[in-house]
């Protein structure tokens, strides 16, 4: 039986996920909580090899090969540290799950958020985030942002208007789908502002939890 949080984040590249899961991640620790951060795909030494074949702007992936590709990667970090770190109790925060795949894959390479869905559930034995935090961007600003990045642009990175549009899309869909579980936040404003409203929901979680 897991007894700790699963906080995952979502949203566009370009929607400031890593800024919220450092600022998170060093909030939650300032109050003594046993917090990990893990990001997607990556976090150990497998998942970290296939993040490097399917960020490859030089390589070209089918977009079944890719949805599995990002499964294996979550399948290995579940088993390895996801679990494991629930089970002792400590609050994980992931950069990107199961929804950037229903997103991306299911809706950006059209490949339907069911089909992927079920390959996920296979590969993380069909666990779930306890709260998600949903970046909203518009996509346009989430380019902008990616431009002024210091580094290349990876594959996915790469693609046209109408893929992240589709991504966007799906991804709001998700969320009316499960507001229980997604929380959806404006992204647009300054990261203190994007924190604050994450902080809220965890409360709010906790709430729930305690009640």
Avoid at 15 to 22: N, V
Avoid at 38 to 48: F, I, T, Y
Avoid at 181 to 210: F, K, M, S, W
């Amino acid at each position: 039986m897991a007894h700790g949080r699963l906080i995952t984040i979502e949203g566009l590249d370009g929607a400031g996920k890593s800024t919220l899961a450092e600022g998170l991640s060093s909030a939650l620790a300032a109050r003594g909580e046993a917090v990990e951060l893990l990001r997607e795909p990556g976090g150990v030494a497998v998942s970290e090899r296939i993040r490097e074949l399917v960020k490859d702007p030089l390589l070209a992936v089918a977009p079944r090969t890719e949805t599995l590709l990002y499964a294996a990667a979550r399948a290995q970090l579940v088993h390895e540290r996801v679990l494991p770190l629930l089970e002792e109790g400590t609050t994980v925060l992931l950069d990107r799950f199961v929804d950037s795949s229903l997103a991306y894959q299911g809706a950006g390479r059209d490949l339907g958020v069911e089909a992927v869905r079920d390959v996920n559930r296979f590969a993380t034995g069909g666990l779930e985030p306890n709260l998600t935090l949903l970046l909203r961007v518009a996509p346009a600003l989430g380019r902008q942002r990616q431009r002024g990045r210091a580094v290349a642009p990876d594959r996915l990175e790469q693609e046209d208007e109408g893929f992240f549009d589709a991504v966007a899309r799906a991804y709001e869909q998700l969320a009316l789908a499960q507001p229980k579980r997604i929380r959806v936040i404006d992204a647009g404003v300054a990261p203190a502002a994007v924190l604050a409203a994450a902080l809220a929901a965890l409360a709010a979680l906790d709430e729930t939890a305690q009640s």
